[in-house]
């Protein structure tokens, strides 16, 4: 099973709407490279899972990698065939909202070549657009 | 950086003020800043994207600004950024005495090779990109560099092992890890919750379980 909270508050949520960008986590902090997302979504927590998988199989062993979101939001999802009503579902998965512009992964101590290559692997397994971007110098 | 060396930049005052002439003065070129300290109001002005930019990406930390046919030595205290970080969107000034103790944030650069690299799985982590310096604003360094091919897979470099210009001194906490070898160890595999496994409830949700 992959990422969720350890304790909750509610255990339901309602959608929500994700309006504007991120204006926190946009840039590359712990690391030399990483991923930035450029448009606006949910990414559920198999995603940010198998996206981790991706960049540290590519690797091998080298480098450390960062991931810098996490899934704090239920979703919850009614049964098939089911009628409506009868009360809100039960939670069926965990997502993270991300805004553009959100940086999800972070790589350090690997070569350039290698963490683009790394990152290009992952994105293929992102629900949105994705780029690669290094550590700012003004 | 001397005084004397310190980039020079003409910047216009900004007559009318808000996002919306902010946004047109940067579909313009310009970029929106404003200088303030020193016991004097804060002017609002733009300045030329291109030249501003520039002078930034030489790590210059004093820029010598002409507002209005007048000089006045600052630094740069802060930048904004577009949400993909890509450009810059507002600069924050702030007015300096050259004689003057000021606190800057300074690009860390790491050279050299460490040998202890060529290990199995060994990698250079380095947390911080830039170092926080108290100096004399005339002689701010345009970068630290830091050389570490000495670097052990024992020994950790610390703030206190850089070694900084005359006349500079380290805010940072000595303690702090600039640079150190560490070797990539096998992933720990979390305890995996079931399928369908759900955090525990705390608060009014589940006041409202217990009561049922």
């Known amino acids: 099973m ?8 509610f255990r339901k949520q309602q959608r929500g709407t994700m309006k504007g960008n991120a204006t926190r986590g946009n840039y590359v902090a712990y690391g030399d490279y990483g991923l930035q997302v450029t448009e606006g979504g949910w990414l559920t927590a198999r995603q940010i899972e198998a996206g981790r998988i991706a960049a540290r199989q590519y690797v091998s062993r080298e480098g450390k990698l960062f991931v810098r979101v996490f899934p704090d939001k239920p979703i919850s999802k009614k049964p098939l065939e089911t ?7 039960e939670p069926e998965y965990w997502v993270a909202c991300i805004k553009p512009g959100q940086v999800i992964y ?3 101590g690997v070569p350039r070549d290698l963490a683009r290559s790394a990152f290009t692997r992952v994105a293929h397994k992102m629900p ?6 290094e550590r700012r110098h003004v | 950086m001397n005084a004397k060396d310190a980039p020079k930049i003409e910047v216009k005052v900004r007559e009318k003020l808000g996002s919306r002439y902010a946004a047109r003065a940067r ?10 300290g020193h016991k004097k109001g804060p002017v609002s ?3 030329d994207g291109k030249e501003l930019i520039g002078i930034l990406q030489k790590s210059a930390h004093l820029i010598d600004i002409v507002v209005d046919g007048k000089s006045e030595h600052c630094v740069v205290k802060d930048m904004q950024w577009d949400y993909l970080g890509d450009t810059v969107i507002h600069v924050d000034f702030e007015r300096v005495n050259l004689a003057e103790k000021v606190a800057m944030e300074v690009d860390l650069e790491l050279v050299g090779e460490p040998k202890a690299l ?3 799985g060994a990698f250079l982590d380095h947390p911080l990109a830039q170092i926080e310096v108290e100096c004399r604003a005339d002689s701010i360094p345009e970068k630290i560099v830091l050389d570490i091919a000495e670097l052990t897979e024992e020994k950790a470099i610390t703030i206190a092992d850089v070694k900084l210009p005359a006349g500079v001194t380290a805010k940072t906490d000595a303690e702090t890890i600039v640079a150190q070898i560490k070797i990539a160890k096998e992933e ?3 305890e995996t919750t079931e399928e369908g496994a759900e955090p525990e409830v705390v608060g009014k949700d589940a006041k409202e379980e217990n009561a049922e």
């Open chain 1, 106 to 108: 972070e790589i350090t």
């Open chain 1, 128 to 133: 949105f657009r994705c780029r690669f971007v």
């Open chain 2, 27 to 36: 579909k313009e070129g310009l970029i929106p800043a404003v200088i303030y």
């Open chain 1, 2 to 9: 992959p990422l969720m909270p350890k304790r909750v508050k």
């Open chain 2, 188 to 190: 720990v595999v979390e």
């Open chain 1, 83 to 89: 009628r409506m009503g009868k009360g809100k579902a």
């Open chain 2, 118 to 120: 060529s290990a199995a």
């Open chain 2, 45 to 47: 002005v733009v300045a």
